[in-house]
């Protein structure tokens, strides 16, 4: 069995039992897409949600948008509300969630001025590579500051990552936990805050090869997707990395390593190839062209797409356990 390196940043092997209960209000900073679903699914379990973001004339459409879902997904919703004023939101609030943009400066002064407007409320992170230790670094009592990472879309997606910061409080963990157990996603607990925990860790590994292999002239794109769709794309649901190297058995494993690791791309800087591409401004579906081209409607249509297809594989899964 494998069994991670001991050290002062190393969590404990179990968590306390979470309670659900001491969170009855919840604060969500940044109306954007994330944030308004993130709104609607904590309404969906009967909590009062407060939506709030800097920018007061997206409020009125992402409040209806949050009550919309709440009440598709829930059969007693709280009630969504919105405000522009950051004082307003976080009063009375239990747990407080940021969805704001992906920048370290701008999440750690959110963080400084949530941490000054409630004592006690719990302040998680929507980041899905910052580590919550960094975001929370200039607040009183990062011991209630913790990592949520939900993915998108999060109505959709069963696992929320949940990270434990260098000073988080394992009473935070687990509470939080038990409130995502009981809006009906699958928590997991990330015991050690690094650059993109768990599955932006592995997937962004994936997407640097990826990129490589066609800046190095060994694939177009269209192949290189096509390549991981049909194959370990159709696996991976099923059999992840790691049940995988023991059924095909790890010598096995071990060689193919041996065989491969030596021309894997290990750049520690983003590839150039990508540099080349921004500065052409072509960053990919919000401006038409990055590595595929993307006409009208493109964008609209893979995010549908990719919605139908998540229902579809998590209803067949709920099928075959329900014949099990």
Do not use: C
């Amino acid at each position: 069995m494998l069994t991670p390196a001991s050290g002062p940043d190393t969590a404990p092997a179990t968590l306390p039992a979470g309670d659900r209960s001491r969170f009855r209000s919840v604060a969500v900073v940044g109306a954007g897409l994330m944030g308004r679903r993130l709104a609607g699914v904590f309404a969906s379990g009967g909590l009062s949600v407060t939506l709030t973001d800097s920018e007061p004339s997206v409020l009125p459409e992402a409040g209806r948008e949050a009550q919309h879902l709440a009440r598709a997904l829930g059969d007693a919703p709280g009630v969504v509300r919105t405000t522009s004023r950051l004082e307003e939101a976080l009063e009375g609030a239990d747990l407080v969630t940021e969805a704001v943009a992906e920048n370290l400066d701008l999440k750690r002064t959110l963080f400084t001025r949530m941490a000054g407007l409630t004592a006690t409320a719990v302040l998680a992170s929507n980041s899905s590579v910052l580590p919550i230790s960094a975001i929370s670094a200039g607040i009183d009592d990062p011991s209630r500051a913790v990592g949520t990472h939900w993915w998108n879309p999060p109505d959709l997606i069963p696992v929320v990552e949940v990270v434990q910061g260098e000073s988080t409080s394992p009473d935070a963990v687990a509470d939080v936990m038990a409130l995502l157990n009981h809006l009906g996603k699958r928590p997991v607990w990330v015991r050690r805050d690094v650059p993109g925990f768990v599955g932006n860790r592995l997937q962004h590994a994936l997407w640097r090869d990826a990129i490589a292999l066609v800046a190095e002239g060994v694939a177009d794109a269209e192949t290189v997707d096509l390549v991981v769709r049909d194959t370990i794309g159709l696996r991976l649901g099923e059999m992840g990395p790691l049940t995988n190297a023991d059924y095909v058995g790890l010598d096995l494993t071990r060689a193919i390593h041996e065989a491969v690791f030596p021309v894997l791309d290990r750049s520690v800087t983003p590839h150039t190839a990508l540099d080349d591409l921004i500065r052409a401004g072509r960053l990919g579906a919000k401006t038409g062209q990055g590595l595929f081209a993307w006409p009208p409607g493109a964008r609209q249509a893979a995010g549908a797409a990719l919605a139908a297809h998540v229902s579809s594989e998590l209803a067949a899964r709920r099928r075959a356990t329900d014949t099990e």
